[in-house]
């Protein structure tokens, strides 16, 4: 199968490439391994984790217009309280993580109605579940991926190659140059690294699910491990791994974090603003995706939230670049399982119900896990702590890229990870996305479009988030096009001063912020 470009993974960063490429008026063959297309938004059941200024400015327009498109699919499908149909930033589940917290299957709805008019038209084709199990490639050009699902293998081929997938699946298959993990301070200079490299400490990885809380007893059977993970204790946590204690992120003191199911509050006064308060104070109300009393009453029996809570973090072992991967991914759905059957039992909520039908997943739990770091190409700009943290740049903001090809925020967020270190969190000034970074050194027509971008573990933190990730992919997608429609390739569009200008000013023209405005960290 042939295309101008061929696109490796359906999360957010290949929609968005997808796209890029669609509106561009050239071919594209997607694939993705789980039944629904989205990642981190669906498949991984993650609500979106976004920036104080969402709602004006800071992400691209396209991105803007999924947003606006789920709360738009709440108002022609869902049934609305009037107070909540008339909010313009309407929130369906009033949680604190994000200014749009709502339930995975809206987004899959939308996104497959931005995709939909490309398949009419036969300009795209979605190979779905395909996951990419070899590549051919010569030299520092790759020629096709061969796709496997259905009972069968297709060799799909493209001039440019975009690896969009959770893992960076195509750097090992193409002999691309990556690292993973954390680097040292020696190779990159930053303030959080260690003295020396270490490849296998990865942040952890998560397998997220959603429940709500009703008369009954709902109580699942008890996991097969849950004699392991009841007497789990990392040595930093300061009290067992299934428990409501555990690090504060930011200060690292140790505090107990409330759980109340079904509280009394109005979800339309939830002021959802991380730089304010990180909102994870109480589980229950962080990532809830459906607000009983945004509906009409009786509508919901309960509200529903969305697990992806410290418990959850499996840190046992990394899922990349180890022969026993799938052991930990069996073993990280266990651990979710295993403080699921915690809560019902010994923490007393009996009434708390698995949601497997809103994360459309048979075990009850997401589809897919949520894998916060990639492997990472060693590209001809890698960006560093120092590059953004609030702590080097102060008030003279983040390093303003003159290759930058969008803009993106979130604090350095790391999670505990398979080495044994606890959170590291650092303040961080509003950035930009340098071309720079998706460009691998060596590999001519390879292009990342997802967490698989020259960042470090440390920057990675603050680069892994959804708005982002889909900023990453739309630039890489547009930068495809770009190149198949001047003749030139990625490396000769970041060294030319002519087709740089030209490719921003397209990046503009589609609605791709390039700069932030007057804002300050946090």
Not at 62 to 80: C, E, K
Not at 229 to 251: A, I, N, V
Not at 278 to 306: C, Q
Request: overall charge negative; proline content about 7%.
């Amino acid at each position: 199968m042939k295309a101008d470009a061929v696109v490796v993974g359906g999360g957010l960063g290949g929609v968005a490439a997808a796209l890029a490429l669609l509106r561009a008026g050239r071919t594209v063959l997607l694939s993705e391994e789980y039944a629904w297309l989205g990642g981190q938004l669906t498949s991984q059941a993650v609500p979106p984790d976004e920036h104080s200024w969402v709602e004006r400015f800071g992400v691209t327009a396209s991105y803007r217009a999924l947003r606006d498109g789920i709360r738009q699919y709440y108002r022609d499908h869902y049934p609305l309280t009037p107070a909540a149909r008339a909010k313009r930033d309407l929130n369906p589940g009033g949680g604190h993580v994000s200014r749009l917290c709502h339930e995975p299957r809206v987004a899959v709805a939308v996104i497959e109605a931005m995709l939909a008019p490309y398949r009419g038209c036969g300009r795209l084709r979605v190979l779905q579940p395909y996951r990419p199990i070899a590549a051919s490639y010569d030299g520092d050009r790759v020629s096709a991926v061969l796709l496997s699902g259905e009972g069968r293998e297709v060799w799909a081929s493209a001039p440019y190659i975009i690896d969009a997938t959770e893992t960076g699946e195509l750097l090992p298959l193409t002999g691309t140059e990556y690292v993973t993990g954390f680097e040292s301070q020696a190779d990159t200079g930053e303030p959080s690294a260690p003295s020396e490299a270490q490849p296998l400490n990865m942040q952890a990885i998560s397998v997220c699910f959603a429940i709500d809380h009703v008369d009954g007893d709902h109580t699942i059977d008890k996991p097969e491990s849950y004699d392991f993970w009841r007497e789990y204790q990392p040595p930093f946590w300061g009290d067992k791994l299934l428990s409501w204690r555990c690090p504060h992120p930011r200060t690292l003191e140790i505090v107990e974090r409330a759980f109340t199911p079904n509280p009394d509050d109005d979800p339309l006064l939830v002021e959802a603003d991380q730089r304010v308060n990180p909102g994870d104070a109480n589980l229950w109300t962080f990532r809830r995706i459906a607000a009983r009393k945004t509906f009409v009453e009786g509508a919901y029996e309960s509200d529903i939230t969305l697990v992806n809570w410290p418990m959850i973090d499996y840190l046992e072992g990394p899922v990349i670049d180890v022969p026993d991967a799938e052991r930990h991914l069996k073993a990280a759905r266990e651990l979710s399982l295993s403080v699921l059957y915690w809560m019902q039992t010994e923490a007393g909520f009996p009434g708390l119900r698995l949601r497997g039908d809103i994360t459309g997943s048979a075990d009850g739990l997401a589809q897919a896990p949520y894998i916060r770091e990639s492997r990472r190409i060693k590209a001809l700009y890698t960006v560093v702590e120092q590059d953004l943290s609030y702590a080097v740049r102060g008030d003279r903001g983040a390093v303003s890229y003159p290759d930058s090809v969008g803009v993106g925020m979130y604090r350095i967020d790391l999670h505990p990870s398979t080495g044994g270190d606890n959170y590291i969190d650092v303040a961080s000034c509003p950035f930009e996305i340098p071309l720079g970074a998706l460009i691998p050194q060596r590999m001519t027509n390879l292009l990342p479009a997802s967490k698989n971008i020259g960042t470090t573990h440390i920057t990675n933190g603050a680069y892994r988030l959804h708005p982002v990730e889909w900023n990453i992919g739309e630039a890489a997608g547009a930068l495809a096009a770009f190149c198949l429609d001047h003749g030139t390739t990625p490396h000769a569009v970041r060294e030319s001063e002519s087709l740089l200008a030209d490719f921003q000013h397209r990046l503009t023209r589609d609605g791709v912020e390039l700069r932030w405005p007057a804002v300050t960290a946090y």
